[in-house]
């Protein structure tokens, strides 16, 4: 556990009022927040959204998409699960950070995340529902939790061997550039001792 650079947090909360009634609206307060931080709708609506919403397939969702499925799930099932998925040192895709979910298997039948990019580190946040608590120490939550983590650090050793291999790439642009450069070069000095002779030929009609 020590090598993996990566963080996995999971909290949650009981979708039901004071009085017991099933309610949507604190997981549909916390998804209009992920999606244009903090505010009233009224000043959240003005915002460019911080993100794209991907569902657990990593097809693309509308807001008001998510807004609808947030109602929905949140009065059908009695848990709101929210994930915060994060690397270390690289910048991970929100189709990373899905792929990274999704190797869990199914702990989570279906979610909706939304990787920010407007912070100085990589992160994604995710929703999710379900009908019973999850049990910190147990044995299934463990080895999801691992298996996800495991996976993080594998997208974020992938981003990483793909960013530094750029630098590479571009020297060895700049080799080849360099070198077409000398190559023009030196055909401009054998052509410049041409000249005089062709300019010779021309004068007796015997252009090339």
């Not at 609206?25 to 460019?48: D, F």
């Amino acid at each position: 556990m020590a090598d993996l650079h990566n963080i996995l947090r999971l909290k949650w909360h009981e979708n039901r009022t004071k009085t017991g009634r099933p309610s949507a609206t604190v997981t549909r307060k916390i998804a209009n927040y992920l999606a244009y931080g903090r505010g009233r709708p009224s000043q959240q609506q003005q915002r460019e959204p911080r993100g794209t919403w991907l569902d657990q397939n990593s097809q693309v969702r509308a807001h008001d998409e998510v807004i609808a499925w947030v109602q929905a799930e949140g009065k059908a099932q009695r848990y709101t699960h929210q994930l915060i998925l994060s690397v270390k040192d690289e910048w991970l895709t929100p189709e990373a950070y899905n792929r990274a979910l999704a190797a869990g298997g199914p702990f989570f039948s279906e979610w909706r995340l939304m990787a920010h990019t407007d912070t100085s580190y990589s992160h994604a946040h995710v929703i999710a529902f379900g009908d019973k608590q999850i049990r910190f120490k147990s044995e299934s939550f463990r080895d999801w939790w691992l298996t996800v983590r495991q996976a993080l650090e594998t997208e974020r050793e992938a981003a990483l061997a793909q960013r530094t291999a750029v630098p590479e790439q571009a020297l060895d642009q700049e080799l080849v550039s360099e070198a077409t450069i000398q190559q023009s070069l030196s055909l401009q000095a054998k052509l410049a001792t041409l000249e005089p002779q062709h300019d010779a030929e021309a004068v007796w009609g015997l252009e090339w």
